[in-house]
């Protein structure tokens, strides 16, 4: 089974995300409401992949993309992005995520992007 760490300053948010991913197999191992908490999680916990909202206090989403992949390059991370957040995905991409979803988001489309991310993670 997969392990998730789920990364946004709103509870409700990542009880979403959680709701969706755990009934779909996956399994998530942690929850950070911010980058900074985020990255000691990472380094504890190994996930397989995280899910980073963009906008948070103390320590963005960006900023956390690259803590996390400072400490492990090859860190499976999907941006979560609110509408008109173009410019900010295309720099969490830049600095090694591999893959966005955008809010309010579909089912299928977070499954769709931690599917793809996580098969192109085994082939490499």
Request: aromatic fraction near 4%.
């Amino acid at each position: 089974m997969k392990r998730v760490l789920i990364v946004d300053d709103a509870a409700f948010m990542r009880m979403m995300i959680k709701n969706i991913i755990t009934k779909n197999g996956y399994e998530v191992v942690g929850e950070a409401e911010n980058g900074v908490v985020a990255v000691d999680l990472y380094k504890q916990l190994k996930p397989d992949l995280v899910t980073m909202d963009i906008t948070m206090p103390e320590m963005d989403g960006i900023a956390g993309v690259r803590a996390i992949k400072a400490v492990d390059p090859s860190a499976n991370i999907i941006m979560v992005s609110a509408m008109g957040q173009q410019a900010m995905v295309m720099e969490a991409i830049q600095a090694g995520a591999k893959d966005f979803i955008v809010k309010p988001f579909q089912q299928e489309r977070i499954l769709q992007a931690m599917e793809r991310v996580l098969a192109r993670a085994e082939r490499n």
